[in-house]
């Protein structure tokens, strides 16, 4: 993972992030559904980017504890936002 790779990975979860509390703030859950359905998909994803790239990832306390944060953070939103949208009555399909 390089430095624009990061910088990238970085904007975009700070863009879903602020999605996200934009739609919390405004109680439109509706609006963030998908994204919030795809997080798991995309943290299986990364991990399996990041297994096939494993050669490629530094693995320095710093640079390497942050790909496994990143997809954490994402499996664990996405479960929680799953979680959330079960319960909210104007997001069922």
């Known amino acids: 993972m390089t430095r ?5 990975l970085g904007v975009w979860a ?3 992030g602020t999605g996200v509390l934009g739609a919390l703030a405004e109680d439109d859950l509706a609006r ?3 994204a919030l359905l795809a997080l798991p998909g ?3 994803a990364l991990t399996v980017v990041l297994g096939v790239h494993a050669a490629d990832v ?9 790909p496994i944060t990143m997809v954490g953070g994402l ?3 996405g479960l929680v936002g799953r ?4 319960r909210h009555p104007l997001t069922q399909p």
């Open 75 to 77: 499996l664990l939103a």
């Open 32 to 34: 963030t559904r998908p």
């Open 42 to 44: 995309v943290a299986v």
């Open 58 to 66: 530094d693995r320095a306390p710093g640079p390497g504890l942050s």
């Open 83 to 86: 979680r959330v949208l079960s």
């Open 14 to 16: 700070v863009s879903l």
């Open 4 to 8: 624009p790779d990061a910088q990238a």
